[in-house]
T-cell receptor, first 112, second 116 residues
Framework: QKEVEQDPGPLSVPEGAIVSLNCTYS??????FMWYRQYSRKGPELLMY????GNKEDGRFTAQVDKSSKYISLFIRDSQPSDSATYLC????????????FGKGTKLSVKP | EAGVVQSPRYKIIEKKQPVAFWCNPI?????LYWYRQNLGQGPELLIR????????DSQLPKDRFSAERLKGVDSTLKIQPAELGDSAVYLC??????????????FGPGTRLTVT
């Protein structure tokens, strides 16, 4: 079992839909939880990060962390065609030794 | 502010040939990372530098891979000789420091390597 599991999709939704992307993990020492967006042939772009459990909102994006279930989610409201990309979750234990462990990424397509 | 710069963007080589990738991190970022991303996978760390010191190279295949970060700024990753399985995207990332790097890393566009 990998440390971080993420359904690779692909996921296709109509414009305006609410999108839910998820990751599960096995390492209870993870403290930081990140979501990256990666467009085709580009590098990953940090969307947001959350420390420990709870919710964090940034515009149309909401990240949720449930450490008791070892489950994290990213919600995208009012999805747009420009949101079409691969979304990668990443996690770390924090501190100076906290290397990022990535999921495989979920490929999202938002149809106009 | 300029982001992480990488070159070349694409490289095609024959197996057993050497290849080198270059990275210039965001100005003022002391920590630099090299990742490898295989098709359909997330990035996997190869090596992490704090200034000019390699503080984590446990995942770097040292028989054929080498890296350096002279003067604690630019970095070069080399493969010699390349194998078919080395075909991947090589990403460079940087962070302000190692602690910030545990949640805030900025990636370059990557170098797409194809070994034939």
């Amino acid at each position: 079992q990998k440390e971080v599991e993420q359904d690779p999709g692909p996921l296709s939704v109509p414009e305006g839909a609410i999108v839910s992307l998820n990751c599960t993990y096995s390492n209870s020492a993870f403290q930081y939880f990140m979501w990256y967006r990666q467009y085709s042939r580009k590098g990953p772009e940090l969307l947001m990060y959350t420390y420990s459990s709870g919710n964090k909102e940034d515009g149309r994006f909401t990240a949720q962390v449930d450490k008791s279930s070892k489950y994290i989610s990213l919600f995208i409201r009012d999805s747009q065609p420009s949101d079409s990309a691969t979304y990668l979750c990443a996690m770390s234990e924090g501190g100076s030794q906290g290397n990022l462990i990535f999921g495989k990424g979920t490929k999202l397509s938002v149809k106009p | 502010e300029a982001g992480v710069v990488q070159s070349p963007r694409y490289k095609i080589i024959e197996k057993k040939q050497p290849v080198a990738f270059w990275c210039n991190p965001i100005s003022g970022h002391n920590t630099l990372y090299w990742y490898r991303q295989n098709l359909g996978q997330g990035p996997e760390l190869l090596i992490r530098y704090e200034n000019e010191e390699a503080v984590d190279d446990s995942q770097l295949p040292k028989d054929r891979f080498s890296a350096e970060r002279l003067k604690g700024v630019d970095s070069t990753l080399k493969i010699q000789p390349a194998e078919l399985g080395d075909s991947a995207v090589y990403l460079c990332a940087s962070s302000l420091d190692g602690v910030r790097g545990s949640y805030e890393q900025y990636f370059g566009p990557g170098t797409r390597l194809t070994v034939t």
